[in-house]
């Protein structure tokens, strides 16, 4: 049974930072592609940043570049998102997925490539 448990979320206040962690397990962790997606109350789930499985390339959303950054590590089986300079708009609650499929770099901020999520963690940031 494949599970991925969010921790680190919190209140933060603007400016400040926060690293989220995920945890996997029941899955070949190295074989994945992992990412995180966020949902604010009343929008769709958006995609924040993704890593591919050896770690070597990332991507992220355009509002996030440049303060998140998005690592794993295979050994521990978990992927983190450090977050920098927080915005009030940030907050949401961020989910964990996994990805088996190595898909192109298109479609890796698409919910649907993805085959696995986490349950979520909350992150709100006060202006």
């Known amino acids: 049974q494949v599970q991925l448990v969010e921790s680190g979320g919190g209140l933060v206040q603007a400016g400040g930072s926060l690293r989220l962690s995920c945890a996997a397990s029941?899955?070949?962790?190295?074989?994945?592609?992992m990412a995180w997606f966020r949902q604010a109350p009343g929008k769709e789930r958006e995609f924040v940043a993704a890593?591919?499985?050896?770690?070597?390339?990332?991507y992220y959303a355009e509002s996030v570049k440049d303060r998140f950054t998005i690592s794993r590590d295979n050994a521990k089986n978990t992927v983190y998102l450090q977050m920098n300079s927080l915005k009030s708009e940030d907050s949401a609650v961020y989910y964990c997925?996994?990805?088996?499929?190595?898909?192109?770099?298109?479609?890796?901020?698409?919910?649907?490539?993805?085959?696995?999520w986490g349950q979520g963690t909350q992150v709100t940031v006060s202006s």
């Open positions: 997925a996994a990805d088996s499929s190595d898909g192109f770099d298109a479609r890796l901020s698409q919910l649907e490539e993805y085959d696995y």
């Open positions: 029941g899955l070949t962790f190295n074989s994945y592609t």
């Open positions: 890593i591919r499985w050896s770690g070597h390339s990332t």
